[in-house]
């Protein structure tokens, strides 16, 4: 009787570990086909962070407290970041995560992570909130990082690495900052109208940083950038940097790397799946998922004036009750034809990145171009834009050529020769409102 029991509860085990093998080698081919639609182009990310999956939606990541912020730390404070996400999926499923270190280029560094952890590198997280809605059905996972089991020791640029527990695949990263807050920055804008894409105005950007006592030889210690929108893939490295008075460093972009002024988002407003919601134009709640079909978007008057694009992840609605819906976008190109590879759309929902899982196609019957997005009740920003000969276009399909909000933010990097890594001294962030400059 004892061994018949054993014999049945070992099949049964071997049976389950066999199913557990299949759905976790399924799920990596899963994950590597959806990264495969990916192109190399996104406005959002750094060079080999990984892309965030289809089955994972909603992302968000910001210091506690600040979710209009970039993912910043300051060096031994003891300031979380957040990471919050749904996984499209009808079981609890089981994270992992670590941390590398990198330079201000994105190349991982030598550092030894006992150097710049003080702590384990790992976390593994499991046990998210199951939501209280089907078709599709999702479990919300929100942590903090680094929590109280790991301290970073050395500031820099770093990645975040979420993995699946059970299969080891890495499902995506995210960058984030942890500064020293050491020095002082301060920044300009000089606005040149009628000197960027055809026509439109440009932003230069000057700064001056005075360097903290330790900074002996700035001309060859420090380094810079800028990047707009928060938008890491806009990095820019200045080419005038300068050092005429003791301790301080002039630095600013020359005219050819001044950032277009007029780039421009449009708000999505899903904050409830309903009609009453003026963009939305139909609501069609027995299709599963269910169908929300927008009001056209017409070339030219797409935008919303001088929106505040404060994050690269929207605010997706966080209760146990929000819904998904598959989100049927329309763009009336007014009768232009455009000489170009193609439409793409690209928004918070989607890391800011082409794909063509959002490429838009025409449709005769409407003569529209149209493309759909599973995404969840919550307010969004999104454009438009082209990929001609290869390249992507972010202003074709731009609302306007005059000058639009747009928030920079400066980076200053010291070279540490001792340990051979670049420490991350200051991040700021300011941003312009048509001639006013705003510190944040």
Not at 13 to 29: D, G, H, K, N
């Amino acid at each position: 009787m004892y061994f018949k029991a054993s014999f049945t509860f070992s099949i049964l085990f071997f049976l389950l570990s066999l199913a557990l093998i299949s759905c976790s080698t399924e799920y990596a081919a899963t994950v590597k086909e959806q990264r495969a639609e990916f192109k190399t182009y996104s406005l959002s990310m750094v060079p080999g962070q990984v892309p965030v999956p289809n089955s994972i939606k909603s992302l968000q990541f910001y210091p506690e407290g600040s979710p209009s912020s970039l993912p910043v730390l300051e060096l031994g404070k003891p300031k979380n970041l957040i990471l919050s996400f749904d996984e499209l999926t009808s079981v609890s499923g089981q994270f992992r995560i670590s941390f590398t270190h990198h330079e201000q280029n994105w190349e991982e560094s030598n550092i030894p992570d006992a150097w710049y952890l003080d702590g384990v590198n790992e976390i593994v997280v499991q046990g998210g909130e199951r939501n209280a809605q089907n078709d599709p059905g999702y479990f919300h996972y929100s942590f903090t990082i680094p929590g109280n089991r790991v301290r970073f020791a050395m500031s820099g640029n770093y990645l975040l690495h979420v993995y699946d527990q059970q299969s080891g695949i890495e499902l995506f990263s995210l960058p984030f900052f942890v500064t020293e807050d050491a020095g002082e920055v301060s920044t300009n804008v000089e606005t040149i109208y009628n000197s960027g894409n055809s026509g439109a105005a440009v932003d230069q950007l000057f700064s001056e940083f005075r360097s903290p006592d330790f900074v002996e030889l700035p001309q060859f210690d420090l380094s810079f950038s800028f990047a707009q929108n928060h938008l890491l893939s806009t990095l820019k490295i200045p080419s005038e940097v300068s050092n005429v008075v003791q301790g301080v460093t002039e630095f600013h972009l020359s005219r050819s790397q001044a950032y277009e002024a007029n780039f421009d988002y449009s708000r999505l407003d899903l904050h409830e799946f309903t009609t009453q919601t003026y963009q939305i134009f139909d609501y069609q709640p027995a299709s599963i998922p269910p169908k929300v079909i927008l009001r056209e978007d017409f070339l030219n008057f797409t935008a919303t004036p001088n929106i505040d694009h404060d994050n690269t992840f929207g605010r997706p609605n966080s209760g146990r009750y929000a819904r998904y819906g598959e989100v049927f976008f329309r763009f009336n190109t007014m009768g232009r034809l455009l000489n170009s590879d193609g439409i793409f759309l690209i928004g918070d929902f989607n890391q800011w990145t082409i794909s063509d899982r959002y490429k838009l196609r025409y449709n005769e019957e409407t003569e529209l171009f149209e493309t759909s997005a599973l995404i969840k009740e919550g307010i969004y920003t999104y454009k438009y834009v082209t990929i001609t000969n290869g390249k992507i276009d972010q202003f074709t399909l731009s609302d306007t050529i005059t000058k639009q909000t747009q928030r920079y933010t400066v980076f200053v990097y010291f070279r540490d020769n001792e340990f051979q890594y670049d420490r991350l001294l200051k991040v700021k962030d300011f941003y312009l409102i048509f001639h006013y400059l705003y510190l944040l």
